[in-house]
């Protein structure tokens, strides 16, 4: 059975649904703006993942970010599709999921002059176990404590997806929530 190529929803500047294209397609010098989510995964011990992005990703390939991010199928709800892309990338079941940064929009150009534009949601959730790699997808993982993934983006923020640097600052500041806890001391 052939696979249909992956869709993303397209937006217009106010956030609403604009139309469909296929991904393949979108990511380019002057992608449009479209809707995705990130998620940031902690384990019991409140350690945080990091994964290293595969060297045949489009952009930012290598790069270290957070734990994994997607985009929401149409008519997919968008926990639904943080579950799927936790399995899809990482072979990884997640528990209690929770919406962090709901309006989190950015704009980034990777040095290949590919361009991310995205209404990209946030959330945090719980490891159920260890992952296990996509290779299409990641090459490399660790678990960091906050403490020292914030020395490490103040360090060097250039060696992270500018997505994780931006998130790191908001959950930053939001850390009074159970869930973003994690991230008193990141940023």
Sequence with gaps: MTQSPERVILLDDDGNPSGVARKDEVHHEATPLHLAFSCHVRDDDGRL????????KRAWPGT????FCGHPAPFEAIP?????????ELGLRIADVEL???????????ASG????EICPVYTARAVGEPELNPAEVMDVRWVSPEDLAAALTAAPWA??????????QLSATAGT????????VA
């Design 49 to 56: 993942l990091l994964t290293r992005r595969a060297l045949t």
């Design 64 to 67: 270290w970010t957070n734990a």
């Design 80 to 88: 639904d599709a943080v579950q799927r892309r936790a399995q899809e």
């Design 100 to 110: 962090e940064l709901p309006d989190f929009r950015y704009r980034a150009v990777d």
């Design 114 to 117: 590919i361009v991310e534009n």
């Design 160 to 169: 992270f997806s500018p997505w994780l640097v931006l998130q790191a600052q």
């Design 178 to 185: 159970i869930h973003a806890a994690a991230w008193r001391s």
